[in-house]
């Protein structure tokens, strides 16, 4: 090689394509390296999906780049099944779609595998599961944490392959004013995507359940019911106060082991404004009494306000029994 004059054009003209050289293999180079290495998709040769679609996330095991990963995970690939079915899908259709995506050439993806049985989910709410789900929702309609709910027509189990779905309960026609044991309509809905996929009508029949008073001895006629009287039973009911016979007079006779309901009894008036009455104080096995006078009239576990003869002092006690008055060991 001559010597060439670093002053001359001819030295310049060198230099200039040489750097233009040196230029396009560093351009080649890094072209090379973000778009040579294909994105590697390899099927599963089975999956179960959750939603409406087929997703390639869900099918498929993906290498790629940080920035087209996640664009890949979400290509729509096709819809799925029905709840419980399965289909097969085949390389070509999932190339197609990657192609249609238009996330990168498909010439850079290298797919493995020539098919992939794709199956929904199944989620199914049972007929049990229905019952108890229209209970919770007559209880949060009515504020009553002991209504229970039975069939009276038969419940049919609704499928859905979505994990969001949801059941909602609506009114077949205006809620009653007050639930009773009369039969209920109530319109199930399965709710997926935002919107019902499955309804059906669930008659209903409302249960109270109350605690019962049960008697453990033989009560007369008039007799005044005492705790003592009486043990209580959760039990079907028509009223909620079922529960609340201690204080109130029989008005027929029982016998040991009877239910005691709240028709059952009356509630008179035990103690009446001005009357004289005995004041009683209980601490452990020490009772100690003294003649009062009600300043209110009262049926038995009402507070009422007293006036103590001995102290002549006001008090407040609760009616116990007949011109009976039980003041606490505070007063």
């Excluded at 040769?45 to 979400?74: F, H, N, R």
């Excluded at 010439?107 to 989910?121: D, L, P």
Aim: aromatic share 6%.
């Amino acid at each position: 090689m001559g010597y060439v004059d670093r002053q001359s054009p001819k030295y310049e003209r060198i230099l200039w394509f040489s750097g233009v050289l040196v230029l396009q293999i560093y351009l080649c180079v890094t072209f090379s390296v973000a778009t040579d290495l294909p994105v590697q998709i390899k099927l599963h040769e089975q999956a179960q999906v959750t939603g409406p679609s087929i997703l390639l996330g869900e099918i498929a095991q993906i290498q790629a780049p940080d920035g087209i990963l996640k664009q890949l995970q979400q290509v729509r690939i096709a819809a799925a099944p029905q709840p419980g079915k399965s289909r097969t899908l085949y390389q070509p259709h999932i190339r197609t779609r990657l192609i249609q995506a238009r996330i990168l050439p498909v010439s850079q993806m290298r797919i493995e595998g020539k098919q992939i049985t794709v199956q929904t989910a199944q989620y199914i709410w049972s007929p049990e599961k229905l019952l108890a789900d229209a209970q919770d929702f007559l209880r949060q309609q009515f504020g009553n944490r002991s209504i229970q709910v039975r069939p009276a027509s038969p419940i049919q189990s609704m499928t859905v392959g979505d994990t969001d779905a949801r059941i909602e309960f609506r009114w077949v026609s205006a809620p009653p004013m007050q639930l009773d044991v009369a039969p209920v309509t109530v319109e199930a809905r399965l709710i997926s995507n935002h919107k019902p996929v499955a309804r059906q009508n669930i008659v209903l029949k409302p249960v109270l359940r109350a605690q019962v008073a049960v008697a453990k001895r033989p009560l007369a006629v008039n007799h005044l019911i005492i705790p003592a009287d009486v043990t209580f039973v959760e039990a079907d009911s028509k009223s909620e106060e079922d529960g609340s016979v201690i204080g109130g007079m029989t008005k027929r006779a029982f016998t040991t082991g009877e239910t005691i309901r709240a028709k059952d009894v009356k509630y008179p008036v035990l103690v009446r404004q001005g009357d004289e009455v005995t004041l009683m104080v209980q601490r452990g096995q020490l009772k100690v009494s003294a003649q009062g006078r009600a300043l209110q009239a009262g049926q038995y576990g009402q507070k009422i306000r007293v006036h103590n003869l001995v102290s002549d002092k006001e008090q407040i006690g609760i009616v116990a029994g007949p011109r009976e008055i039980l003041l606490s060991g505070k007063n």
